[in-house]
């Protein structure tokens, strides 16, 4: 055992996306994972920015806090999962969660920022469900139905 580390072959063989853009956030790695969930190749999302699949409507709010992390070198989402919506290339919205971390230069400045993501479409789907299903059966009950 060599005790050495493919790291290409680790993120290529990884089940999530791994996602990782710079300062600016342009893309510059794209994994498989990527590729399976967002729809876009490698050649097609490299050198693009995250606007690539970040809702229109969330974009002012992700880039507001992408230039402070940038700027601090500080993220409060260090050890929080978080739930967004993202943008297939086909145009369809999914529901993705995912952790991000932060890499830093020789001089311990920022200079990129790595998303683990994991497609939650069906989860989302499913909770969103239960919950009308929920509320269905609680309205009955307030009005006098049995349930």
Wanted: proline share 3%; no cysteine; hydrophobic share 40%.
């Amino acid at each position: 055992m060599s005790g050495t580390v493919d790291t290409r072959q680790l993120v290529d063989g990884a089940a999530d996306a791994i996602v990782v853009s710079d300062a600016e956030g342009r893309i510059v790695l794209w994994n498989a994972a990527a590729t399976r969930l967002f729809g876009f190749t490698e050649d097609e999302a490299l050198g693009d920015t995250l606007d690539l699949i970040t809702p229109e409507r969330f974009r002012p709010r992700h880039w507001a806090g992408y230039r402070v992390t940038m700027e601090t070198g500080e993220t409060r989402y260090g050890d929080t999962l978080l739930r967004v919506p993202a943008l297939h290339r086909e145009g369809h919205t999914l529901s993705i969660a995912f952790t991000v971390s932060l890499l830093f230069d020789a001089e311990g400045r920022p200079e990129q920022i790595v998303a683990v993501i994991r497609d939650e479409t069906e989860r989302w789907h499913a909770e969103r469900a239960l919950k009308d299903k929920l509320r269905k059966l609680e309205e009955a009950q307030a009005a006098g139905a049995e349930i």
